[in-house]
Nanobody, 126 residues
Framework: QAQLVESGGRLVQAGGSLRLSCKASTSPFSDYAIGWFRQPPGKGREFVAGISRYSSKTNYADSVKGRFTISKDYNDRMAYLQMNDLNPEDTAVYYC???????????????????WGQGTQVTVSS
């Protein structure tokens, strides 16, 4: 059973930056595509960013393109979401997710991931 633990969420002012981290117990880490999702207050969970198992492909929601960057560190089995130029609409609980994939280029953008973290709160003040 894989475990994912997010960290890095906090209160930040609009225009600021945060880096969210996701520690994975999935092994080997390179077998898994990783996704970041978020759930704003009173709304459903939505896809934010995804990366394929070998980091060859990435995909971003239109609302975060050019501001957020997803990455993986294979040595430490970590996934990251660098978030720049934050705005209040980015306020949400952020979740990382992992899915074992055969394809080396697949980025999973739906919520059909098998493994999920507990979430980390990001609050952006105006």
């Amino acid at each position: 059973q894989a475990q994912l633990v997010e960290s890095g969420g906090r209160l930040v002012q609009a225009g600021g930056s945060l880096r969210l981290s996701c520690k994975a117990s999935t092994s080997p880490f390179s077998d898994y595509a990783i996704g970041w999702f978020r759930q704003p207050p009173g709304k459903g969970r939505e896809f934010v960013a995804g990366i394929s198992r070998y980091s060859s492909k990435t995909n971003y929601a239109d609302s975060v393109k050019g501001r957020f960057t997803i990455s993986k560190d294979y040595n430490d089995r970590m996934a990251y979401l660098q978030m720049n130029d934050l705005n209040p609409e980015d306020t949400a609980v952020y979740y990382c997710a992992a899915e074992r994939t055969q394809s080396t280029d697949l980025v999973v953008t739906s919520d059909r991931y098998s493994y999920w973290g507990q979430g980390t709160q990001v609050t952006v003040s105006s």
